[in-house]
């Protein structure tokens, strides 16, 4: 439900219940109880987010994760399902050359990310093996596609997209050739990939102008002339307010991957994303990198958000299917703690893959069955959602930030019994209202 839905009087929270999440699940059960919280945080993260949306304005959430991120049926998808149904789709947002389309049952919208084909003298990468090295220090997710002239032809990448508009992400570099734009088979631009300096990030949007934002256009990338071209990925826009989902995610990968893509092109691309909230769903790609995942963590966070200073960062942890994953909970809080950032442990709401098995949850010993990432996508926007309604309760001066200002603010307007601080809505300013704010604030702030 939007957050208009929910009673500003009635925000008092003890810890989450995984049990309300999803109809007809068994009750979660955290194998102990440990110091580390289910969530923590999670307001300040959230709040951009949500006040765009409840804005009526186009809210962004991108995901830097593996493949329990990506796959189908697995939780994103039909989180993406949740939000569209609450606020509508904004667009489809990044995808990788290397397609990435699940599961959307459930969802208000048919769209479900994309797939692209290829002829001879084109190709797209694997997002299901080791990161080549031609994306080092370009590609965000290390997934991307390339244009080329082999046999005497200029190859091409094909798919259908969505929405208003489509931004074409490439990389302009040394030797790269040029290549051309095509809509529905009409030409629409020949744009040069090469440049004389370091790489770089290149964009180029193309207007598709269809009828509903559920109509398809055949985008095609043709190579033209020169050297092998770059293709990053595609970013699809509805030019309308609603949800944006980026998907920048790989398969069965740590930290450590991810830190080979970092360069200058992947920080243009990160500062010209710039979402409002960013969720890092990582775990270590193998035990000879257990050590370091601390320190890998941060040093991606440092990247993250040096190149994005306006976007939120919350932690999630996996579920419970492997030994060492209760270890990167308790590392995983520390680093939000010690970062400030957001924390969801979704590690503690069950004893461990036994459980999950028997209530349907695992397709397999580490993805989710459409059940199971049915019920985390529920129980995530149910965190998101609650800490939203919270958070946009305390921020009483509407200024995206929770600081003090916003106490004052609000005891500024309770002493002049001025509307604005009737919180419960029923025509009077009193202690009610005064109770609900300290509660909503006390919580937003720790």
Known sequence: MALAAILPGAIACAQPDPTVAYQGAAPGKRPTQHPRPLAWNLGPQVLPLFNALEGGERGELAIIGDS???????????????????????????????????????????????????????????????????????????????????????????SSVFGDSVTVHYVKEQGAGSFKILVNNVDIVILDASTDGEPEHATYTVQLNPATPDTTS???????????????????????????????????VGPDDFLLGLGEPTRTFLSELSPHLMILMLDWSSPTWFGVFVEQTNELLDFYQSAMPDTKFILMTHHAFKVGIETEADWYYQIARERNIGYINLYDLYSGLSELQDLGFMQDDVHMSAAGGAW??????????????????????????????????????????????????????????LRSYLDAFSQAMR
């Open 68 to 158: 329990v991120s990506f796959i189908a049926n697995q939780y994103v998808w039909h989180l993406k399902g949740l939000f569209e149904a609450d606020y509508g789709s904004g667009g489809e947002g990044f995808l990788s050359p290397s397609g990435m389309n699940g599961n959307c049952a459930g969802s208000a919208y048919v769209r479900c990310g994309i797939t692209m084909s290829n002829s001879i003298g084109a190709g797209v990468s694997t997002n299901t093996a080791e990161r080549n090295p031609r994306s080092y220090g370009l590609d965000v997710d290390g997934n991307y596609g390339q244009l080329g002239f082999v046999d005497g032809i200029h190859g091409f990448l094909v």
């Open 218 to 252: 055949s985008l095609k990338l043709r190579h033209v002339d020169g050297g092998q071209v770059f293709i990053d990925g595609l970013e699809m826009s509805s030019n309308q307010p609603g949800f944006v989902y980026h998907r920048l995610a790989r398969n069965g």
């Open 376 to 433: 985390f996508a529920q129980y995530v926007y149910g965190l998101l959602t609650h800490a939203a309604g919270v958070a946009r309760t305390a921020d009483h001066n509407r200024d995206d930030h929770l600081d003090v200002s916003d106490l004052l603010a609000y005891v500024q307007d309770f002493a002049g019994r001025d509307p604005k601080a009737d919180l419960n809505q029923d025509g009077t300013v009193d202690a009610a209202d």
